[in-house]
C-alpha cells in the first residue's frame, strides 16, 4: 500500500496544447471499511479540473485475468440522497457489493461529473424543465447544455496506475466501453447493471436506452 502523503504524477497518452502530458496524480491511500465490506481507498488529483477522484479497491488488481471495474460518476443527489429520479444510488452500491463478493475489483469514483457533466446547479434547473413534461436530453439541450459531458480520461489513467489491463465492466452506457477500448484497455466483459425502475425514474430509464443507447434491455419492454 502507498504511503498516505505519496504523489505519483502519471502521464497522458494526450498531449496537445489544452491537454498536459500528466493527467492525474496520486495523493492519498488509505484502509476505507464500507457497509459492503472492507476495501482500499486511493485518491487522485485531477491536474485538468482539479477533482479530486477516488478508487475504491480490493483485492490484487495485476495479473492476466481481467478485473471487475466500474467508473462512476459523482451524483450527489442519488449516491447520498438517494434520489429515486436516477438509478445512480443502487448502481454505485451494486457495483461495490459485486466487488466484495468477487473479492477483487475496484469502483473509480469520478468527482465533477455532476448531472453528466453539466454540474448540480444546471442539473437542478434540468429536473425542473423535467417535471414539466421534457425529457432528460430535450431539458439539457433547452438550456443550451451538451447531453453529455463527461469525459473518462481521469478514470482510465486511475486504472492504468492501478496495474489494471484487463476489465470486465460493470455499465450499461456504450459510451464509457468505447473510451476504454479507444485508451488500450481491453475489455472483456461488460457485466450489466440492472436496476429496478421506480416511478420517479420510469421515464428518465426508458430516454436514456431510447435515445441516448444505453444497454437497458434486460428491464424488458417498453417501461412506460
Aim: charge should be neutral; glycine fraction near 10%; hydrophobic fraction near 40%.
Amino acid at each position: 500500500m502507498a504511503a498516505n502523503n505519496e504523489r505519483r504524477p502519471l502521464p497522458s497518452p494526450q498531449n496537445d496544447a489544452d491537454t498536459p502530458a500528466i493527467r492525474v496524480e496520486r495523493i492519498a491511500t488509505a484502509r476505507m471499511p464500507t457497509a459492503h465490506g472492507q476495501f482500499t481507498a486511493y485518491v487522485y488529483r485531477d491536474l485538468v479540473t482539479g477533482a479530486e477522484h477516488v478508487a475504491l479497491a480490493r483485492g490484487d488488481l495485476h495479473g492476466p485475468d481481467a478485473v471487475l471495474v466500474r467508473l462512476h460518476s459523482e451524483c450527489l443527489t442519488g449516491d447520498a440522497f438517494g434520489s429515486l429520479r436516477c438509478d445512480c444510488g443502487p448502481q454505485l452500491a451494486s457495483a461495490l457489493a459485486r466487488v466484495q463478493a468477487e473479492g477483487r475489483g475496484v469502483v473509480v469514483y469520478l468527482r465533477g461529473q455532476e448531472g453528466r457533466g453539466i454540474g448540480l446547479v444546471n442539473k437542478i434547473r434540468a429536473y425542473a424543465l423535467q417535471d414539466q413534461g421534457r425529457d432528460t436530453v430535450d431539458a439539457n439541450t433547452d438550456l443550451g447544455l451538451p447531453v453529455d459531458a463527461r469525459d473518462y480520461q481521469a478514470g482510465i489513467e486511475v486504472l492504468r496506475d492501478l496495474g489494471v489491463g484487463k476489465v470486465r465492466l460493470m455499465s450499461n452506457n456504450p459510451a464509457k466501453l468505447t473510451a476504454i477500448r479507444k485508451a488500450g484497455i481491453d475489455v472483456v466483459e461488460r457485466v450489466v447493471l440492472a436496476i429496478e425502475p421506480n416511478p420517479e425514474n420510469q421515464a428518465y430509464l426508458e430516454t436514456k436506452r431510447a435515445r441516448m443507447g444505453h444497454l437497458l434491455d434486460a428491464l424488458g419492454g417498453p417501461l412506460l
